[in-house]
């Protein structure tokens, strides 16, 4: 089977978001408004200074997160040109949410153990009075932050289809997703991690329109994801067309 470039794989991207870029636009902006509303609720109603209080603001998540897993849906009918509607946002809602939240909760767990030196530092310490022990603080409670999303990033990175994989079958379950998703990215890891730093000129761009290209860069990267998926799981068996690509 082959397996196609980064170019290939944006190529395919584009092609699906034809015509479909305001759709998509307003399913992202319903995820991410729910997730930051759900950070607000969780900064309000969960102080975030008890074990408990991180546990019930991970539940939040998990719940938001069922949405999140919607939209992978949508795109996924957008992309191979099926009927689709926002309407699939709520999709994991009518076909056995309890699937995402065991997943998300893997995920959330992996989340949250990678971040506990950021936040026993956070935590424990004391910034002191002085502007030189502030700024030293905030320089290690911001490198620990750095060094702990990256390290969630790259030991989540074999699970990154999981959600499209339980799209697709709804018996899959959430452990079942994790490890098809391993057994899929298995050898294609550094393929999946160009595609994504493929989209870093193009972020740092964005600055320059005061971030409006995001409502078409945000778009044009989900829409790889979806396709990447597609290509992992031998769909894209045609030639793609060749063109230029960013």
Request: no cysteine.
């Amino acid at each position: 089977m082959k397996k196609r470039s980064t170019k290939e794989i944006k190529l395919q991207a584009k092609k699906s978001l034809q015509g479909h870029v305001g759709t998509v636009i307003l399913g992202l902006l319903a995820v991410y408004g729910l997730n930051t509303l759900g950070t607000i609720l969780s900064t309000n109603l969960f102080s975030g200074t008890s074990a408990l209080d991180l546990v019930l603001s991970e539940i939040l998540s998990l719940i938001v997160g069922i949405i999140s897993a919607g939209l992978g849906y949508m795109l996924l009918n957008i992309s191979r040109e099926k009927e689709f509607s926002l309407g699939d946002l709520g999709y994991f809602f009518k076909n056995q949410p309890d699937r995402v939240i065991v997943a998300g909760f893997v995920l959330a767990m992996i989340q949250l153990i990678t971040a506990i030196p950021y936040y026993y530092v956070s935590f424990t310490t004391d910034p002191g009075l002085t502007v030189d022990s502030q700024i030293q603080w905030l320089s290690m409670t911001l490198g620990l932050l750095a060094v702990s999303t990256l390290l969630n990033f790259l030991i989540s990175l074999p699970f990154a289809m999981t959600y499209f994989l339980m799209a697709d079958d709804t018996e899959l379950g959430g452990i079942q997703a994790l490890k098809e998703s391993a057994r899929l990215m298995k050898g294609n890891i550094w393929r999946y991690v160009k595609l994504n730093l493929s989209f870093i000129p193009l972020l740092l761009l964005s600055v320059f329109t005061f971030y409006i290209a995001l409502f078409w860069i945000m778009p044009y990267m989900e829409m790889s994801m979806v396709a990447f998926y597609r290509d992992l799981d031998g769909e894209l068996d045609y030639r793609l067309p060749e063109d230029r690509t960013i």
